[in-house]
């Protein structure tokens, strides 16, 4: 039946960011549409190549996520509900490997380990790159874990320490289990970052789907094989964010009520001893000892004149890309309030494109912008053209960052607010402008330093699309891995790593979880 106020409700910002979505799933879109209508490679080689890059994946997700998974639920139990020495320092230092994208964390770890560095122990192949996807993505499932086992009930916990249990026991027969779905929620974010890393994967000359596009596409001269690919990477990537939000949605029953705050578990001298141990690797490993070599290196082999343009073109995409993806985010989050179903589907598809690695989306606005030179509508793809597919790609890749703390702010919007708007006169952009936007703008501040620091961070989709003889910081710290030239690497390794400190040292402190008593 037709209803008017329904209609009404569906205003200019609504249809605002309904184009907004339609610019993220876009590249997504293309991908599965030009997959099924192109082939130019050998439907032998590409089943052999898709395979293997299946297998290569799967088993990266496999071993690189549990470790992930056993490091961050460990951690986030002991750092939530323990007391031991350093507990409160470990509580933000351990979510610092957050800063590092995997690929840093490869290279570092490559020449702390090369022919007489510093470490013996080599840490190459499968099982090096299983370690580095664990020790840099552990604090999705600590952040996830964390803010779980803090919020539980206080009656379950105690109940189960009257009966006798110690806290081990009540780890695994009670708080973990309560835990669980966020967990998996941070394991399955976790995996997906795995799924969609390139550069790592590449450097520990594995084959993985990520490596399979850019093998498809560079080595062999197959474009359709490379769609084809992507199709079935994106496709993998969205089912695990579907897995992720079923999970998240069935966390809300660890929330019970806590009636009162449960005091910490306080751990004998051994127990509190080997806490601090095990957390204190956790940060040595997953930051500071790869943060401190690659600014040793950094000192005694920098080229200063070789890092400064990479560096300007870093900050000038950087900040039009965060520009241009913190303009969508916010009008798809306000529409979220007010639209309902649609909304609804907008977040969906904001996020489905952040599951989705940064080749894929690169593969896909391509794919798009070739499409349009077909039909003549643009001419050959030169340098303006290349930014403007790469910011697309962005924007398509990390809107969901900039949805998700948006969307928190507005949440603080009362329904009555906004109603007293609409009653005093106020139309839809008035209310967004002078009414969403001020109320969300801390908020819009965190989303604007998140996408800053995750495109400063994006690899892939930057090799495919960049300019030619536009290098960022993130390609020429590849670019110097990928010839074996690791200490020249570091000064722009160590540039991204330190530019993407401060705003997930600031999102640690930050976190909106309930304390408990110390």
Known sequence: ??????????????????????????????????????????????????????????????????????????????????????????????????????YILAYAYASLTWSGGPIPIPIAGFWGAAFVYAIGLYPYVYLAGRAAFVSQSSGALEAARTLGARPAQVFWRVA?????????????????????????AHHFGLTTLSTAVFRAWYAHGSPGMALQISAVLLAGAILFLMVERRARGRASFANASRGRETPRYRLSPLSSAAAF???????????????????????????????????????????????????????????????????????????????????????????????????????????????TALIWSYAARFASAGVQPIDAGLARLSKGLDSSARTLGAGPWRRFLHVDLPIAAPSLAAAALI????????????????????????????????????????????????????????????????????
Request: charge should be neutral.
């Open 1 to 102: 039946m037709f209803d008017p106020a329904r209609v009404a409700r569906f205003d200019g910002v609504a249809i605002f960011a309904a184009l907004a979505t339609l610019i993220c799933a876009a590249p997504a879109i293309a991908v599965f549409a030009l997959a099924l209508t192109r082939s130019d490679g050998g439907a032998d080689f590409a089943g052999g190549l898709l395979r293997d890059g299946a297998i290569g994946t799967l088993s990266l997700m496999l071993a690189g996520g549990l470790g992930a998974i056993v490091f961050g639920a460990t951690s986030a139990w002991l750092v939530g509900l323990c007391r031991f020495p350093g507990r409160s320092v470990f509580e933000w230092l351990l979510v610092a490997p957050l800063a590092a994208p995997s």
């Open 176 to 200: 973990l289990p309560l835990a669980r779905p966020a967990i998996a929620a941070g394991g399955a974010l976790a995996m997906m970052e795995i799924a969609a890393d390139y550069g790592a």
């Open 277 to 387: 141990l095990f957390c204190a690797a956790l940060a040595t490993f997953g930051a500071l000892l790869p943060l401190a070599w690659l600014l040793r290196l950094a000192l005694l082999h920098a080229n200063v004149e070789d890092i400064v343009q990479p560096f300007v073109n870093s900050m000038m995409l950087s900040s039009g890309g965060a520009l241009v993806t913190l303009v969508l985010a916010a009008s798809i989050a306000a529409a979220a309030r007010r639209t309902g179903a649609f909304g609804k589907a907008s977040l969906y598809a904001a996020a489905m494109g952040y599951a989705a690695p940064g080749a894929v989306l690169a593969m896909g606005a391509l794919a798009l912008f070739g499409a349009a030179r077909e039909a003549g509508w643009v001419g050959g793809l030169g340098a303006g053209l290349a930014l």
């Open 451 to 518: 996408l800053f620091v995750e495109i400063l961070k994006e690899l892939p989709a930057t090799l495919i699309l960049r300019p030619f003889d536009f290098d960022t910081l993130a390609v020429k710290a590849y670019a110097y891995a990928s010839d074996e030239r690791l200490l020249e690497a570091a000064a722009p390794a160590l540039l991204i790593f330190v530019a993407g400190l401060l705003p997930i040292l600031v999102l640690s402190r930050g976190i909106g979880v309930r304390r408990v008593a110390t």
